[in-house]
Antibody
C-alpha cells in the first residue's frame, strides 16, 4: 500500500524557516516525480513544487519561487521542502503527492495526510 | 498566472446527474490541455478521479465508478465533470486542475457539491 507521511510543520514567525519532510513507503520513491501541494485551512488547493525522480527537473509556483527549495533523497525514501522567508500567506496544510511519471509530471495519484504550517508572530 | 474558475457550490438530488464546470481563461485553447479532476472529502486529502484531454486521451483512476466522466465544452470554454446517478457519498469538494504552458500547476477554486 502506498503511504506518504509528512512531518516538520509547526508555528514559525514571519521571515523564519522550516523544513518539511515526506517519507514514502509501499513503492519505490526513485521511480516517480514528487510534488508539494498546499491548502489554506478551509480553502482551495495550490500546487507548490515538483521534482523529477533524479532531481534533473524542478519547478515552483511563482508564489514560492526563490523562497522554497524542493529536494529528495531516494536512498531514504524521502522528499523535502525547505521553506525560508516565510510569510503569513504561506500558512497552510502542506501535502506531498506522488506523480504517475518519473521524468516528467502529470497527475497526483497518491497523497499524504498533510502537515500544518502556521506563519504568525 | 492563469486562473481556472469553478462555481463555489452546486447541488442535486440522489439519482440525478450534475455537471461541474471549470472555465478556462479566454486566451487558452481548451482543446490544448488536459484537465484533471480531484475529489476531497472533509478531513481527508484530495483524491485523483480522472482526466480529459480528448476523446482519445482520457482516463479514470482505478476504483472510480464509471458514473464519473469528463469532457470539454468548447462553447463554454470549460472542462466538465459529469456525475451521473448521484449518490450521497459523492458529496465533497471537487477541484479541476491543469498544467500551464510554463509547467506550473493551476487549480480551480473548487466546487462544494451537496447531495440534497
Amino acid at each position: 500500500e502506498v503511504q506518504l507521511v509528512e512531518s516538520g510543520g509547526g508555528l514559525v514567525q514571519p521571515g523564519g524557516s522550516l523544513r518539511l519532510s515526506c517519507v514514502a513507503s509501499g513503492f519505490n520513491l526513485d521511480d516517480f516525480a514528487m510534488h508539494w501541494v498546499r491548502q489554506l485551512p478551509g480553502k482551495g488547493l495550490e500546487w507548490v513544487s515538483v521534482i523529477t525522480r533524479t532531481g534533473s527537473k524542478i519547478a515552483y509556483a511563482d508564489s514560492v519561487k526563490g523562497r522554497f527549495t524542493i529536494s529528495r533523497d531516494n536512498s531514504k525514501n524521502s522528499l523535502y521542502l525547505q521553506m525560508s522567508s516565510l510569510r503569513p500567506e504561506d500558512t497552510a496544510f502542506y501535502y506531498c503527492a506522488k506523480d504517475i511519471y518519473s521524468a516528467n509530471w502529470d497527475r497526483f495519484d497518491s497523497w499524504g495526510q498533510g502537515t500544518l504550517v502556521t506563519v504568525s508572530s | 498566472q492563469p486562473v481556472l474558475t469553478q462555481p463555489p457550490s452546486s447541488s442535486a438530488s440522489p439519482g440525478e446527474s450534475v455537471r461541474l464546470t471549470c472555465t478556462l481563461p479566454s486566451d487558452i485553447n481548451v482543446g490544448g490541455y488536459a484537465i484533471y479532476w480531484y475529489q476531497q472529502k472533509p478531513g481527508s486529502p484530495p483524491r485523483y478521479l480522472l482526466y480529459y484531454h480528448s476523446d482519445s486521451d482520457k482516463g479514470r483512476a482505478p476504483g472510480v465508478p464509471s458514473r464519473f466522466s469528463a469532457f470539454t465544452d468548447n462553447s463554454a470554454h470549460a472542462g466538465i465533470l459529469l456525475i451521473s446517478g448521484l449518490q450521497s457519498e459523492d458529496e465533497a469538494d471537487y477541484y479541476c486542475m491543469f498544467w500551464s504552458s510554463t509547467d506550473s500547476g493551476v487549480f480551480g477554486g473548487g466546487t462544494t457539491l451537496t447531495v440534497l
